[in-house]
């Protein structure tokens, strides 16, 4: 195993100078600023979910005296949210971990990787300086026309030309993305690293960089065609000209579909790393995993118009069916999951809390998303607040725990230190009772009637409890990111030093030193296994 005697936040450590950051194309650096990037996003957008929350605690508009602004601030939060905290977020770890995992000296194009990560901040940039255009977008993160159309009562100014630019750059920016994982992947394995050898991390940024090569094009074109319509006269969603807004509809979601899972597959790749390293187990079923994987990715394209069940636009028995198909996969790794922790010496470190969250509230999104897997039933919930609890139990209990799952697990390696384990539960307690208390009432308010993207609500409706509930649970889970900053303050600074291996874990980024060197490795461990550094540990042949 290679050892060396680095010093943490050596070399390529986080204390490099400004310039050096600035200009670097090492696949760590620009993985980490992945990472702080999406966090100070996902920071700005907690505020507009707060806005929200604070709006919704009680009837009457109270905090914004303007239903317009409300509308803003959902659809700000939202496209913060997803495209410019969860994807990067999930990219930047994979950008970080995916090339030591496999043995690289680096990504295939470390150049393009580098453009890849500056188009991000320009793209937040965007977002947000919408809102001293006039007024930022408003038409819903998914900007359907004739929402999003240009109008006096529709969308006018300028924000939402500046939502479809962003999100166009930030697009681009995941296909350059996706292109150089897959290189990167394919060609620039270590020898003895085939692909039934990859970590499932790799196998799950694998899938997802081809579901962004072959899905973002697709939303790139509608929002190109929207932007057209919006600027130079075109109709091609106007249904009054000829155009279609349903088409949009069927565009929107044959990326958005597959964009889901974009943002829970390389949450499952972290989950499938640490939960082996903190039972001391193998990961049940390591074959049955990688195609259940690909599954889920070959299915994700075929169940988009689940999503417009209510136009009467689609076939509805046959997205049926496929909905309920692809809960097949996800089940297969449930299963790997809960047999991989059977009869485990479990650890119960902040990287595995963190995991076993994620198991138990992304279960809850798969069985209420199984819900609105059946027709009648969806045309019951659909645009209700049950929607509003599906995703954010897909997205924020599945992908986010996931994340922060990732962050505490890869911590030591990328800084050398390790972080508190207190602090750490403490952070994960406050946001699994928060996150819980926030969300669970909207399964209520959604059977109840409640639409979702409403400013206000009749007092008389019983809605008032729920809401109140669901906007403590918000403000309860901004309170647990404050232990998590501090936690990173007082770590970088004076945690206590991590070592190369510091989780006794089985693949080949704890092989290097911590923060590991330029080229990553002075040498590699053999490999035999999708497992070498416990191979290397106990001399399995």
């Given at each position: 195993m290679a050892t060396h005697a680095l010093t943490p936040a050596a070399a390529t450590g986080y204390r490099s100078g400004l310039y050096e950051w600035l200009t670097t194309t090492d696949h760590k650096k620009i993985g980490?600023?992945?990472?702080?990037?999406?966090?100070v996003f996902f920071l700005i957008g907690g505020v507009l979910a707060l806005v929200v929350r604070t709006e919704l605690a009680a009837p009457a508009l109270q905090l914004l005296t303007d239903e317009h602004v409300y509308n803003q601030m959902f659809t700000m939060h939202a496209t913060l949210m997803i495209f410019v905290f969860v994807i990067p977020m999930l990219a930047g770890l994979g950008n970080y971990a995916v090339p030591l995992m496999i043995g690289a000296p680096d990504m295939a194009f470390p150049r393009i990787n580098a453009l890849s990560f500056w188009m991000l901040p320009l793209?937040?940039?965007?977002?947000?300086?919408?809102?001293?255009?006039?007024?930022?977008?408003?038409?819903?993160?998914?900007?359907?026309?004739?929402?999003?159309?240009e109008g006096p009562l529709n969308s006018p100014g300028?924000?939402?030309?500046?939502?479809?630019?962003?999100?166009?750059?930030?697009?681009?920016?995941?296909?350059l993305g996706g292109i150089n994982?897959?290189?990167?992947?394919?060609?620039?394995?270590?020898?003895g690293m085939t692909l039934f050898r990859m970590p499932i991390m790799v196998w799950t940024i694998l899938v997802t960089s081809v579901l962004v090569v072959m899905a973002t094009p697709v939303i790139t074109s509608a929002l190109v065609m929207l932007f057209i319509d919006r600027n130079y006269g075109g109709h091609f969603f106007d249904p009054f000209q000829g155009g279609s807004a349903v088409l949009y509809q069927n565009i929107f979601?044959?990326?958005?579909?597959?964009?889901?899972?974009?943002?829970?597959?390389?949450?499952?790749?972290?989950?499938?790393?640490?939960?082996?390293?903190?039972?001391?187990?193998?990961?049940?079923g390591y074959k049955a995993f990688i195609f259940a994987t690909a599954g889920i990715g070959a299915l994700g394209f075929s169940v988009w118009a689940h999503h417009m069940f209510t136009t009467g636009a689609v076939f509805l028995p046959f997205f049926s069916l496929l909905t309920f198909l692809i809960a097949v996969p996800t089940g297969v790794k449930m299963f790997n999951w809960v047999f991989t922790l059977f009869r485990g010496q479990l650890t119960f470190s902040t990287p595995l809390v963190f995991a076993l969250g994620f198991l138990t509230m992304f279960l809850i999104g798969g069985i209420n998303g199984a819900f609105s897997a059946s027709v009648p039933v969806d045309f019951a919930l659909h645009d209700t607040y049950w929607v509003v609890a599906h995703i954010h139990y897909v997205l924020f209990g599945g992908s986010v725990f996931g994340v922060f799952a990732g962050i505490y697990y890869w911590f030591p390696k990328m800084t050398g230190r390790m972080l508190?384990?207190?602090?750490?539960?403490?952070?994960?307690?406050?946001?699994?009772?928060?996150f819980n208390l926030t969300f669970f009432p909207m399964h209520m308010l959604g059977i109840q009637g409640m639409p979702r993207r409403i400013a206000d609500y009749a007092g008389d409706a019983g809605w008032n409890d729920w809401n109140l509930a669901a906007t403590i649970g918000g403000f309860v889970i901004a309170a647990s990111v404050l232990p998590f900053l501090w936690?990173?303050?007082?770590?970088?600074?004076?945690?206590?030093?991590?070592?190369?291996d510091p989780w006794e874990a089985n693949t080949l980024e704890w092989a290097t030193s911590s923060p590991p060197p330029p080229y990553n490795f002075d040498h590699l461990p053999e490999i035999r296994s999708e497992r070498p550094l416990f191979d290397a540990r106990h001399g399995h042949a």
């Amino acid at each position: 195993m290679a050892t060396h005697a680095l010093t943490p936040a050596a070399a390529t450590g986080y204390r490099s100078g400004l310039y050096e950051w600035l200009t670097t194309t090492d696949h760590k650096k620009i993985g980490i600023m992945y990472v702080i990037n999406s966090f100070v996003f996902f920071l700005i957008g907690g505020v507009l979910a707060l806005v929200v929350r604070t709006e919704l605690a009680a009837p009457a508009l109270q905090l914004l005296t303007d239903e317009h602004v409300y509308n803003q601030m959902f659809t700000m939060h939202a496209t913060l949210m997803i495209f410019v905290f969860v994807i990067p977020m999930l990219a930047g770890l994979g950008n970080y971990a995916v090339p030591l995992m496999i043995g690289a000296p680096d990504m295939a194009f470390p150049r393009i990787n580098a453009l890849s990560f500056w188009m991000l901040p320009l793209g937040g940039l965007l977002l947000i300086s919408s809102f001293f255009t006039g007024g930022s977008a408003a038409a819903g993160w998914t900007s359907y026309p004739p929402l999003s159309a240009e109008g006096p009562l529709n969308s006018p100014g300028t924000g939402q030309d500046l939502w479809i630019v962003a999100l166009v750059l930030i697009g681009t920016s995941s296909i350059l993305g996706g292109i150089n994982f897959l290189v990167t992947i394919f060609k620039m394995r270590a020898p003895g690293m085939t692909l039934f050898r990859m970590p499932i991390m790799v196998w799950t940024i694998l899938v997802t960089s081809v579901l962004v090569v072959m899905a973002t094009p697709v939303i790139t074109s509608a929002l190109v065609m929207l932007f057209i319509d919006r600027n130079y006269g075109g109709h091609f969603f106007d249904p009054f000209q000829g155009g279609s807004a349903v088409l949009y509809q069927n565009i929107f979601w044959f990326y958005s579909h597959p964009a889901v899972y974009v943002m829970i597959l390389p949450a499952m790749g972290v989950i499938s790393e640490v939960l082996p390293v903190f039972s001391r187990k193998p990961l049940f079923g390591y074959k049955a995993f990688i195609f259940a994987t690909a599954g889920i990715g070959a299915l994700g394209f075929s169940v988009w118009a689940h999503h417009m069940f209510t136009t009467g636009a689609v076939f509805l028995p046959f997205f049926s069916l496929l909905t309920f198909l692809i809960a097949v996969p996800t089940g297969v790794k449930m299963f790997n999951w809960v047999f991989t922790l059977f009869r485990g010496q479990l650890t119960f470190s902040t990287p595995l809390v963190f995991a076993l969250g994620f198991l138990t509230m992304f279960l809850i999104g798969g069985i209420n998303g199984a819900f609105s897997a059946s027709v009648p039933v969806d045309f019951a919930l659909h645009d209700t607040y049950w929607v509003v609890a599906h995703i954010h139990y897909v997205l924020f209990g599945g992908s986010v725990f996931g994340v922060f799952a990732g962050i505490y697990y890869w911590f030591p390696k990328m800084t050398g230190r390790m972080l508190n384990e207190g602090l750490g539960h403490l952070q994960f307690a406050l946001m699994f009772v928060g996150f819980n208390l926030t969300f669970f009432p909207m399964h209520m308010l959604g059977i109840q009637g409640m639409p979702r993207r409403i400013a206000d609500y009749a007092g008389d409706a019983g809605w008032n409890d729920w809401n109140l509930a669901a906007t403590i649970g918000g403000f309860v889970i901004a309170a647990s990111v404050l232990p998590f900053l501090w936690n990173v303050f007082i770590s970088l600074r004076n945690g206590a030093i991590a070592g190369d291996d510091p989780w006794e874990a089985n693949t080949l980024e704890w092989a290097t030193s911590s923060p590991p060197p330029p080229y990553n490795f002075d040498h590699l461990p053999e490999i035999r296994s999708e497992r070498p550094l416990f191979d290397a540990r106990h001399g399995h042949a």
